[in-house]
């Protein structure tokens, strides 16, 4: 790879123009509006890189690159009218001719880039396009990327002096020129990495590196202007700068920030040591404030995509925006905040409502409200004195919560088949939620180190494993209520347990403690995982330790008790506790598929409650109502005087 000349010079700027608009194959692939919206993007990022070049002091210093920069301003403002029109078409309208205004003034270089990259924020709010790695670059993967690709016409440091560069015509750039680099950001060196730059030796490095290479790439070679002093300044006022891990927040505004543009947010001299960590460091700024970053982001393009008439997309953006961003958020925010996550929980089901119903005005009020609610979801998210405290009481929370149900399950049935004096059945139960830990652990290193896993996929396993576990325990406990009535028990012990508990049978108990437990199991590992940082993995450990312990603990107690009851008394009250289950289950396996988008949402005044299974919204209210109603149905059947019930005890 031979990066020539990047973001700058005559030859490259007619070169850009010219490979925008033949586009190759990989971008043709796109929508048209999505190709000419970066188009026009890119040519507002290099109007305000280059523009400084060009002009100083209300003088032209360069002609032929003030022409250039007169010709790409009407170029970007042309491009608007081949775009959809919405109703920020006009303000994207009026920033152009004011852009134009001002490079025909020769205004100074640091309000045109100003102008330049507010009207590119406003284009990409309008109609958006990826703009960020789908993860953190691997700055490392990216060094040696740049010694094997760049070094030999940048130079080993990124100086513009490479053995091959004096051969070259323009001359490569100069990467750790501060000047230049205040303007350019991590998303604009990976436009051109991706694109390349015809008629020069910058070819395309889409087929030959990966998205990811790119990204890291491009983050390294932005980083090369800064000095290790820089980057170790910047980490400190990161850490004790609130107002800066405010103002970059996620992948997404670190791949578009640049040095100028944090500036009027920053004080100037605190503004180049941010960027100087954060090139080297992006994964900070996708810590606690990602989720919220980019769930405001995906619900301003949903809304966008709304008001466009695109009501699939913005649906499609709407459900994102839960599960791919806030969701992740939930065990922090609710350790800090539980009230405040009910809140935000509720209003994206009011959106997306809204969104379905094509009600434009309460779609508008929705996306504010979520806009007003993840604004103070920020404030109480940032890092605080309490957080080892809190990020304490959130694992314990998280592991009780979702331990409990698949516990009272597991040793109801470790109870029941004791009573039964079926040992040789016992191993099936233990083995199902023995493998169902070990799976947990490899869904850990695999949405650890393998995959993202997905919020739908979570929400769609959590689901439908809920609905299905709560199935099979109405009919258990209906079974076992039948068995607690009138000594029915003792006749079914003496006649029919042998036989009934079959190879099948067991399978089937296998199959219940392996669902029951990993449902919880996949929940909690990615919660935690979702809480895991460098600085708290102590808290969370104890969290986890604790919650563990107590868990154990409440098993040896609920067995031994068990173990105390009469036969018919065990059974009567297992046969509720299984009923109560399947009610808790059926309301959480519906809320599931609404928060993966599988149902619709319709909302209903009454409190979430967790524990219980119980959500605001009409589906669950019903799903449950239907097991309750069906459960007892089953019980009052139960009671009815049989031939069974009169026939004497064994």
Request: charged share 20%; with cysteine; proline share 4%.
């Given at each position: 790879?031979?990066l020539?000349?990047l973001?700058?010079g005559?030859?490259?700027?007619?070169?850009?123009?010219?490979?925008?608009?033949?586009?190759?194959?990989a971008?043709?692939?796109?929508?048209p509006?999505?190709?000419?919206?970066k188009?026009?993007?890119?040519l507002?990022?290099?109007?305000a890189?280059d523009?400084g070049?060009?002009v100083r002091d209300?003088?032209?210093?360069?002609?032929?690159?003030?022409?250039?920069?007169?010709?790409?301003?009407?170029?970007?403002?042309?491009?608007?009218?081949?775009?959809p029109?919405?109703?920020?078409l006009?303000?994207?309208?009026?920033?152009?001719?004011?852009l134009?205004?001002?490079?025909?003034?020769?205004?100074?270089?640091?309000?045109?880039?100003e102008?330049?990259?507010?009207m590119?924020?406003?284009?990409?709010?309008?109609y958006?396009?990826?703009?960020?790695?789908?993860?953190?670059?691997?700055?490392?993967r990216?060094a040696?990327?740049f010694?094997?690709?760049c070094a030999?016409?940048?130079g080993?440091?990124?100086a513009?002096?490479?053995?091959?560069?004096?051969r070259?015509?323009?001359?490569?750039?100069a990467?750790t020129d501060?000047?230049?680099?205040?303007?350019?950001?991590?998303f604009a060196?990976?436009?051109?990495m991706?694109?390349g730059?015809?008629g020069?030796?910058?070819?395309?490095?889409r087929?030959?590196?990966?998205?990811?290479d790119?990204?890291?790439?491009a983050?390294?070679?932005?980083g090369?202007?800064?000095?290790?002093?820089d980057?170790?300044?910047?980490?400190?006022q990161?850490?004790?700068?609130?107002r800066a891990?405010?103002?970059?927040a996620?992948?997404?505004?670190?791949?578009?920030?640049?040095?100028?543009?944090?500036?009027?947010?920053?004080?100037?001299?605190?503004?180049?040591?941010?960027?100087a960590?954060?090139?080297?460091h992006?994964?900070?700024?996708?810590?606690?404030?990602?989720?919220?970053a980019a769930?405001?982001a995906?619900?301003q393009e949903?809304l966008a995509?709304f008001t466009?008439?695109?009501?699939?997309?913005?649906?499609?953006?709407?459900?994102?925006?839960?599960?791919?961003?806030?969701e992740?958020l939930?065990p922090?925010?609710r350790a800090?905040?539980?009230?405040?996550?009910?809140?935000?929980?509720?209003a994206?089901?009011?959106?997306?409502?809204a969104l379905?119903?094509?009600d434009?005005a309460?779609?508008?009020e929705?996306?504010?409200?979520?806009?007003?609610?993840l604004?103070?979801?920020?404030t109480?998210?940032?890092?605080?004195?309490?957080?080892?405290?809190?990020?304490f009481?959130?694992?314990?929370?998280?592991l009780l919560?979702?331990?409990l149900?698949?516990?009272?399950?597991?040793?109801?049935m470790?109870a029941?088949?004791?009573k039964a004096?079926?040992?040789d059945?016992?191993?099936?139960?233990h083995a199902g939620w023995?493998?169902?830990?070990?799976?947990g652990?490899l869904?850990?290193?695999?949405?650890?180190?393998?995959?993202?896993?997905?919020?739908?996929?979570?929400?769609?396993?959590?689901?439908?494993?809920s609905?299905?576990?709560?199935?099979?325990?109405?009919?258990?406990?209906i079974?076992m209520?039948?068995?607690?009535v009138a000594?029915?028990?003792?006749?079914?012990?003496?006649?029919?347990?042998?036989?009934a508990?079959?190879q099948?049978t067991a399978?089937?108990?296998?199959?219940?403690?392996?669902?029951?437990?990993?449902r919880?199991?996949?929940?909690?590992?990615?919660?935690?995982?979702?809480?895991?940082?460098?600085?708290n993995?102590?808290?969370?450990?104890?969290?986890?330790g604790?919650?563990?312990?107590l868990?154990?603990?409440?098993?040896?107690?609920l067995?031994r008790?068990?173990?105390?009851l009469?036969?018919?008394k065990?059974f009567?009250?297992?046969?509720?506790?299984?009923?109560?289950?399947?009610?808790?289950?059926?309301?959480?396996?519906?809320a599931g598929l609404?928060?993966?988008?599988?149902?619709s949402?319709?909302?209903?005044?009454?409190p979430r409650v967790e524990l219980?299974?119980?959500?605001p919204?009409w589906?669950?209210?019903?799903?449950?109502?239907?097991?309750l109603?069906i459960?007892v149905?089953?019980?009052?059947?139960n009671?009815?005087?049989?031939k069974v019930?009169q026939?004497?005890?064994?």
């Amino acid at each position: 790879m031979k990066l020539l000349t990047l973001l700058g010079g005559r030859s490259l700027a007619i070169a850009t123009v010219l490979v925008m608009a033949s586009l190759s194959p990989a971008w043709a692939a796109g929508s048209p509006v999505s190709d000419k919206a970066k188009q026009t993007w890119q040519l507002l990022d290099y109007v305000a890189v280059d523009y400084g070049n060009a002009v100083r002091d209300g003088k032209v210093e360069q002609a032929a690159e003030y022409e250039e920069m007169k010709e790409f301003a009407a170029t970007a403002a042309q491009q608007l009218t081949g775009l959809p029109g919405t109703p920020m078409l006009p303000e994207l309208q009026r920033q152009a001719s004011k852009l134009i205004e001002l490079i025909a003034s020769k205004a100074d270089p640091k309000a045109v880039a100003e102008a330049a990259h507010a009207m590119a924020a406003a284009l990409l709010k309008a109609y958006p396009f990826p703009v960020s790695p789908t993860k953190a670059p691997d700055l490392t993967r990216g060094a040696m990327l740049f010694q094997s690709n760049c070094a030999a016409c940048h130079g080993e440091r990124g100086a513009g002096n490479g053995p091959l560069g004096a051969r070259l015509e323009p001359a490569p750039t100069a990467f750790t020129d501060r000047d230049r680099a205040r303007n350019r950001s991590p998303f604009a060196l990976y436009q051109v990495m991706t694109q390349g730059v015809q008629g020069t030796a910058m070819a395309s490095f889409r087929e030959s590196l990966s998205d990811d290479d790119r990204w890291a790439l491009a983050f390294f070679v932005g980083g090369l202007s800064y000095s290790d002093a820089d980057r170790s300044a910047g980490a400190t006022q990161w850490k004790n700068d609130r107002r800066a891990r405010q103002a970059v927040a996620g992948l997404e505004a670190v791949s578009q920030l640049s040095e100028s543009s944090l500036a009027v947010k920053l004080d100037p001299g605190t503004a180049p040591l941010i960027v100087a960590h954060l090139r080297a460091h992006p994964g900070d700024a996708a810590a606690s404030q990602q989720g919220t970053a980019a769930t405001k982001a995906k619900l301003q393009e949903s809304l966008a995509a709304f008001t466009q008439g695109d009501r699939q997309r913005a649906s499609k953006l709407a459900l994102s925006a839960y599960l791919d961003g806030f969701e992740p958020l939930e065990p922090s925010l609710r350790a800090r905040d539980a009230a405040l996550l009910t809140q935000i929980e509720t209003a994206m089901g009011a959106y997306r409502n809204a969104l379905g119903a094509g009600d434009r005005a309460k779609g508008e009020e929705a996306e504010q409200s979520l806009q007003s609610l993840l604004d103070q979801a920020e404030t109480a998210l940032q890092p605080s004195d309490n957080d080892a405290l809190t990020t304490f009481l959130a694992a314990l929370t998280i592991l009780l919560r979702e331990g409990l149900e698949a516990l009272l399950i597991v040793v109801a049935m470790i109870a029941f088949l004791r009573k039964a004096k079926r040992p040789d059945v016992l191993r099936y139960v233990h083995a199902g939620w023995t493998l169902a830990l070990a799976a947990g652990g490899l869904t850990w290193f695999a949405a650890t180190y393998l995959v993202s896993v997905s919020g739908a996929s979570r929400e769609l396993t959590e689901g439908f494993s809920s609905l299905f576990a709560a199935v099979v325990l109405l009919g258990v406990g209906i079974w076992m209520h039948q068995k607690s009535v009138a000594g029915r028990w003792q006749i079914y012990l003496n006649e029919k347990l042998s036989h009934a508990l079959n190879q099948r049978t067991a399978w089937f108990l296998f199959s219940l403690a392996f669902i029951a437990v990993y449902r919880e199991v996949f929940e909690t590992v990615l919660f935690f995982a979702a809480l895991w940082t460098e600085d708290n993995g102590l808290p969370l450990l104890a969290g986890l330790g604790i919650g563990s312990a107590l868990l154990a603990l409440l098993s040896v107690v609920l067995l031994r008790t068990s173990a105390r009851l009469p036969i018919g008394k065990f059974f009567a009250i297992s046969s509720l506790l299984i009923a109560v289950l399947a009610i808790v289950l059926a309301g959480k396996g519906v809320a599931g598929l609404q928060e993966a988008g599988l149902l619709s949402f319709y909302p209903a005044p009454i409190p979430r409650v967790e524990l219980l299974g119980i959500y605001p919204s009409w589906q669950t209210v019903f799903a449950q109502l239907a097991v309750l109603i069906i459960a007892v149905g089953g019980f009052i059947v139960n009671l009815r005087p049989t031939k069974v019930s009169q026939r004497p005890s064994a």
